[in-house]
């Protein structure tokens, strides 16, 4: 199995930036050479897909509501995956969660097995 966890959320005013890291142990990513993804839950919300990122890194994925602000990345070595998120607003503001899939492209939550317990961002006005 993989075990995933997040770090990095807290309190940001508009227009400021965070970094995300999901440290993986367990079955590691490298090895099984899973995509992984990022997710958020607003509050009242369902959870949307954010970024996602091939085994190696050289390919990506993003909804147009992050595109251009967020930057998805992974240090296998590490067994880290990162989400870098610049010119935050404040309807970024949710729960995000880091995910891991066997499969490419996948932009459903259904479709990742495996999840972490996610970290909390607040973007103040």
């Known amino acids: 199995q993989v075990q995933l966890v997040e770090s990095g959320g807290g309190l940001v005013q508009a227009g400021g930036s965070l970094r995300l890291a999901c440290a993986a142990s367990g079955r590691t990513i490298s090895t099984y050479a899973m995509p992984m993804g990022w997710f958020r839950q607003p509050p009242g919300k369902g959870r949307e897909f954010v970024a996602s990122?091939?085994?190696?890194?050289?390919?990506?994925d993003y909804p147009n509501s992050v595109k251009g602000r967020f930057t998805i990345s992974r240090d296998n070595t590490k067994n880290t995956m990162f989400l870098q998120m610049n010119s935050l607003k404040p309807e970024d503001t949710a729960v995000y969660y880091c995910?891991?899939?066997?499969?490419?492209?996948?932009?459903?939550?259904?479709?990742?097995?495996?999840w972490g317990q996610g970290t909390q961002v607040t973007v103040s006005s």
């Open positions: 995910a891991a899939t066997p499969h490419w492209l996948r932009r459903g939550p259904a479709e990742y097995p495996y």
């Open positions: 990122i091939n085994w190696n890194g050289g390919s990506t």
